[in-house]
Nanobody
Framework: QVQLVESGGGLVQAGGSLRLSCAAS????????MGWFRQAPGKEREFVAA????????DFADSVKGRFSISRDNAKNTVYLQMNSLKSEDTAVYYC???????????????WGQGTQVTVSS
């Protein structure tokens, strides 16, 4: 079982930056691939980014490539999402997720955080 708690959301102007954090607790966190998803009002939850347990592999949605980066510190049981050049369409609740597999062969996740709101004003 893995528990996930996101932080770092807030209100930012278009073109600005935010860094989200996700603190994980539970067994074998470092063996889990970690991901970020988001859900805007009236829309389905969508994949944003993911990182393998080894940090050697990352995956990004086309809509955020070149603007967002993902990293993790397994010693701190924390994964980060650095968001730069934010746009109004990035406004959403951002969710951290973990899957009990170290790789990125799938975008299906087993554990979810409660989410943190990101609002980008234009």
């Amino acid at each position: 079982q893995v528990q996930l708690v996101e932080s770092g959301g807030g209100l930012v102007q278009a073109g600005g930056s935010l860094r989200l954090s996700c603190a994980a607790s539970g067994r074998a966190y470092s063996s889990y691939a970690m991901g970020w998803f988001r859900q805007a009002p009236g829309k389905e939850r969508e994949f944003v980014a993911a990182i393998s347990w080894s940090t050697r592999s990352t995956d990004f949605a086309d809509s955020v490539k070149g603007r967002f980066s993902i990293s993790r510190d397994n010693a701190k049981n924390t994964v980060y999402l650095q968001m730069n050049s934010l746009k109004s369409e990035d406004t959403a609740v951002y969710y951290c997720a973990a899957r009990s597999d170290p790789g990125l062969s799938s975008r299906t996740y087993d554990y979810w955080g409660q989410g943190t709101q990101v609002t980008v004003s234009s």
